[in-house]
């Protein structure tokens, strides 16, 4: 569906949000094992309203000396060490999700992205962790701020449990692929979605309040911060 390249720079300040969901083998970004991690781009409608984009996700192999916590492997599913899991290294995973990222401000002349999961600190923490040890230079999400679904859903919804919230915003929750994460994403994404959009008369008028003060946010990215080549 067409989009105004601008639309999504004003809906959010000049920041793109995407959906990143991790699974990984334990709670401690610094010593356990990241081994799934997809990324949703959230696109924008003619009228201003989101919707889940592209899902890219990818099985990733568990860092040389990594912690695998068999109990997260257990609520998992996950075994890292499958023949026949097509898992590639930590470095190459990001900058394959990168690059998509990367594509994706440059189509919504956006300067940053901003990690949106449900308990977002623990995604952001994983992936910050694993751009560390892989030495990637310029990481096109913000390094602190996020989007935390599972905050939306508790104001909105009064859950924050993902399959809860999701359950009662009436999108479908298949607990057998739960813990997936290409799907747990998606259904953060769609959790995201339709919240912002329930909000979007709220967001009409405060852009209108915006604009009498003579505020100009959600300008379009310089083109240095979008360097796809990278």
Not at 27 to 42: M, P
Not at 147 to 168: E, K, M, W, Y
Request: net charge negative.
């Amino acid at each position: 569906m067409a989009h105004s390249p601008d639309l999504m720079a004003r809906r959010f300040r000049g920041f793109l949000p995407i959906v990143i969901d991790v699974e990984t083998g334990g709670f401690h970004s610094a010593t356990d094992a990241l081994l799934e991690i997809a990324a949703v781009i959230v696109e924008v409608d003619t009228d201003g309203r989101v919707r889940r984009g592209a899902t890219h996700a990818w099985h990733v192999q568990p860092f040389e000396g990594s912690r695998l916590d068999p109990a997260s492997l257990e609520v998992t599913g996950i075994d890292p060490f499958h023949p026949l899991r097509p898992a590639i290294p930590e470095l190459d995973a990001l900058q394959r999700m990168f690059r998509e990222v990367r594509h994706a401000l440059r189509n919504h002349n956006c300067r940053r992205a901003i990690l949106v999961g449900h308990n977002a600190a623990f995604d952001l923490g994983f992936l910050n962790a694993a751009v560390a040890r892989t030495g990637i230079k310029r990481n096109p999400f913000h390094p602190f701020s996020c989007f935390d679904t599972a905050t939306l859903a508790g104001v909105a919804l009064g859950q924050t449990v993902l399959a809860r919230a999701t359950s009662v915003m009436g999108i479908e929750w298949d607990q057998s692929q739960a813990h997936s994460a290409a799907y747990d994403a998606e259904r953060t994404a769609e959790l995201f979605c339709r919240i912002c959009n329930d909000m979007h008369g709220s967001f009409v008028r405060a852009e209108e309040k915006a604009r009498a003060l003579g505020w100009n946010d959600g300008q379009p990215a310089p083109l240095d911060l979008i360097n796809l080549d990278e």
